[in-house]
């Protein structure tokens, strides 16, 4: 469903900055495949050249047998949604309002925009009854960024690029959003590329894990894989802390009763 061959990104006069360099990737059709590493390997600026908002330096993306540079770009907007690392609501629409937005940039009847919004609000778990009308000043971090993915999955896409999506929850509701969200990529049967800096939430919900360093991918593998074989040093000690966690849980539950 997605391919990117030989992406490569720098940016400044002199191309000093070499935010990618050179990642090379399928991601089938109803896969999750997650982009994993620290800060400024280049997650974001990845995940942004598939839908086009970063151009490439130089490498390919094809959606579903496509070049994307060939596809309109209403095509791109409907057939992928994004949600943003910083969320990025509009402040002077209503919280149904920038749900909404994609589908009516589409031309989407209002009943059928109505319904949507309504529905994705469920979703998220935000009752459409309390939130459509809100601002989004009047929602907490968390809230924004559940309208965010329910902004993203508006004009039923068939790929979702997610960046960070669940960062500033608090981990009760990120652990039902990411149950949630297992629920959603099934039942809609979504293709997803998922950024995440956080290890543990792409052993639980990843397909694949592509580990990210320096602009590059050190190891592409299912969770097991990886867990089973590291093949790069840094993969190693990002499948540390969760194990750390694991292994200190095990402990306190021997002692327990
Ligand atoms: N618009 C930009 N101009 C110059 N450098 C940028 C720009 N966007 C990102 N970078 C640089 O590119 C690298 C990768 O950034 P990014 O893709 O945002 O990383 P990540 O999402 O993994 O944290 C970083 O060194 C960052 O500073
Ligand atoms: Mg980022």
């Known amino acids: 469903m997605i391919v990117l061959r030989e992406l490569v990104k720098r940016y400044g006069a002199d191309a000093e900055t070499r935010a990618v360099e050179g990642i090379s990737l399928r991601v089938a059709a109803g896969e999750c495949v997650f982009l994993v590493g620290g800060s400024g390997c280049g997650k974001t600026t990845t995940l942004k050249m598939v839908n086009r908002l970063i151009e490439p330096t130089s490498g390919t993306v094809e ?21 943003f690392q910083q969320v990025g609501l509009f402040p002077h629409l209503s919280v149904a309002e920038n749900i909404g937005i994609t589908p009516e940039l589409l031309g989407w009847e ?43 999955l508006a004009a039923e896409p068939e790929i979702l690029l997610l960046d960070e999506p669940f960062g500033a929850l608090d981990p009760l509701t990120r652990d039902r959003l990411q149950d949630s969200f297992r629920t959603l990529r099934e039942s809609l049967e979504l293709t997803v590329m998922f950024v995440s800096h956080d290890m543990v939430e792409a052993i639980l919900l990843a397909d694949r894990i592509a580990v990210m360093d320096a602009g590059r991918i050190l190891q592409i593998g299912t969770p097991a894989e990886l867990l089973a074989a590291p093949a790069h040093p840094r993969v190693a000690e990002l499948l540390e802390s969760p194990r750390r966690q694991r292994d200190a849980m095990d402990r306190l539950l021997e002692g327990s009763p």
């Open 110 to 152: 209002r009943g059928r925009i109505t319904d949507r919004v309504d529905e994705l609000l469920d979703r998220v778990e935000l009752p459409a009854a309390e939130f459509r009308d809100r601002a989004p000043s009047e929602l907490s971090g968390g809230q924004q960024q559940r309208v965010g993915l329910a902004r993203a």
């Open 63 to 83: 959606i579903d047998g496509h070049d994307h540079r060939e596809l309109p770009a209403h095509e791109l907007r409907r057939r992928i949604g994004y949600g």
